[in-house]
């Protein structure tokens, strides 16, 4: 009954979440609070959950908002700008490369096996490297995870550990079987990294220049009406609205 009950909480935080139906704090926080009290929990032993989980996570969330703060400092003061000057001169501009190397820094910056510390290190490192090449930012989060989930295997990661102890096999034992899946991952990874990174390439030579690129279709029809409103073309403003309401 509990892990049904608890299945479909996820279910339903998920279904609000992708639908828009809920901000994410109201989902994460109504949803699950309202599925313990029809579980059977009382106010006593929600309190002791909250105070449990707020234990658990209260070194992570401090590090996140550390983090936020930092990089955000970091960023407006320009103290990234010579390591992006000189990451561009390392691939030359080379899209390709840049999408290798995002998978490489996904895999060995996921060695300690800690996902906070991974992200929190990699992306405000690289995102203003994309953003100077133009590159999407989706690109580069889908290359880090994926990177991260390869090295998630390791026997001090969270789920060997976690398997070791629902079976009792040795975190080792539970490995070694695993070491020919994560080097045949590394590779594969790599090759796909190599193809989105022609593919990408190839998206911004259509766009023109990294900035077109990052700004999309639309925003270059919005900059198309306005010079057409400014011009006075009769039935300019008509024409731009339904471009807007059809796209």
Do not use: K
Request: aromatic share 6%; proline share 5%.
């Amino acid at each position: 009954m509990l892990a049904l009950s608890g299945l479909i909480i996820v279910i339903a935080v998920v279904a609000l979440l992708l639908s828009g139906r809920a901000s994410p704090i109201v989902a994460l926080t109504l949803v699950p609070l309202v599925g313990a009290l029809l579980t059977g929990y009382g106010p006593d032993e929600l309190t002791e959950f909250f105070s449990a989980g707020l234990g658990r996570v209260m070194q992570v969330a401090t590090m996140f908002v550390f983090a936020i703060v930092f990089f955000g400092v970091m960023q407006d003061t320009g103290l990234f700008r010579p390591v992006i000057d000189g990451l561009i001169r390392l691939t030359r501009g080379n899209v390709v490369f840049v999408a290798m190397g995002t998978a490489a820094i996904g895999i060995a910056a996921h060695l300690d096996g800690a996902g906070a510390t991974t992200f929190l290190l990699t992306i405000p490192a690289l995102l203003p490297l994309y953003t100077r090449l133009g590159m999407s930012r989706y690109l580069m989060l889908m290359l880090l995870a994926t990177g991260a989930g390869v090295t998630n295997m390791l026997p001090w990661a969270g789920p060997l550990g976690r398997a070791a102890a629902v079976t009792g096999i040795e975190v080792t034992e539970l490995w070694r079987p695993l070491i020919p899946v994560q080097v045949s991952g590394v590779v594969l990874l790599l090759a796909l990294a190599a193809w989105l990174g022609l593919r990408e390439r190839r998206r911004i030579e259509a766009a023109g220049s990294g900035r077109r690129a990052l700004s999309g279709p639309n925003s270059c029809r919005r900059r198309t009406c306005r010079g057409a409103v400014r011009a006075a073309r009769p039935g300019a403003r008509r024409s731009c609205m339904r471009s807007r309401i059809s796209s």
